[in-house]
């Protein structure tokens, strides 16, 4: 069972264009809610995370927005660039116990031209 | 520099022959885990470790073994391979709270034939 669901499958945008990525969770236990970021040949990285006790959180060009009634959240790259082109990964897991075990996304491939 | 290292980066084998891949992180964290990445799956965890000596099963053990005898050491262990588990791995560690950032290393690519 997918408990977070992240669409679409792949993505291609034009650079200074805006991915976006979406995702959604069933567990209305989860709260804490990171997004990976993966280069060909290397493991995933921290990009950000967000909390639900905020709807948005920016760091640079990377935004996370959240919805907690519609229990969704996405990620949004303004002016997306050609380095910006990686597997993304959304996650989702609860705090609150410390053996919680991060549940992620299916991942989405983006591609950014130049 | 801070790192988790796995070894080999890529491994071809035959069905049935053990193999263990190995995982080392110099961070001091306490939480370790593995994940297989499939396509159009994602990152699926196999076991994962709290501290020495303490392991437990992920969302997909099946086929797969680890221990923890030492804080910086999480082997993963696959006593009979099974072309099914032809897959990316990847080791995984971070502090001990759940919203501490996972260090991932660099993947081990393994096929079974």
């Known amino acids: 069972q997918q408990q977070v669901k992240q669409s679409p499958q792949s993505l291609i945008v034009q650079k200074g264009g805006i991915s976006i990525i979406n995702c959604a969770y069933e567990n209305t236990a989860f709260d804490y809610f990171p997004w990976y970021q993966q280069f060909p040949g290397k493991g995933p990285a921290l990009l950000i995370a967000?909390?639900?006790?905020?709807s948005e959180k920016k760091e640079g060009r990377f935004t996370i927005s959240f919805n907690k009634s519609a229990k969704q959240f996405s990620l949004h790259i303004m002016d997306s660039q050609p380095g910006d082109s990686a597997t993304y990964f959304c996650a989702a897991s609860r705090v609150e116990t410390s053996g919680s075990r991060l549940t992620f996304g299916e991942g989405t491939q983006l591609t950014v031209n130049p | 520099e801070a790192q988790v290292t796995q070894n080999p980066r890529y491994l071809i084998t035959v069905t049935g022959k053990k193999l263990t891949v190995t995982c080392s992180q110099n961070m001091n964290h306490e939480y370790m885990s593995w994940y297989r990445q499939d396509p159009g799956l994602g990152l699926r965890q196999i076991y994962y470790s709290m501290n020495v000596e303490v392991t437990d099963k992920g969302d997909v053990p099946e086929g797969y073994k680890v221990s923890r005898k030492e804080k910086r050491n999480f082997p993963l262990i696959l006593e009979s391979p099974s072309p099914n588990q032809t897959s990316l791995y990847f080791c995984?560690?971070?502090?001990?709270?759940?919203?501490?950032?996972?260090?991932f290393g660099n993947g081990t690519r393994l096929t079974v034939t």
């Open positions: 995984a560690s971070r502090y001990g709270t759940s919203s501490s950032p996972l260090h």
């Open positions: 967000i909390r639900p006790d905020v």
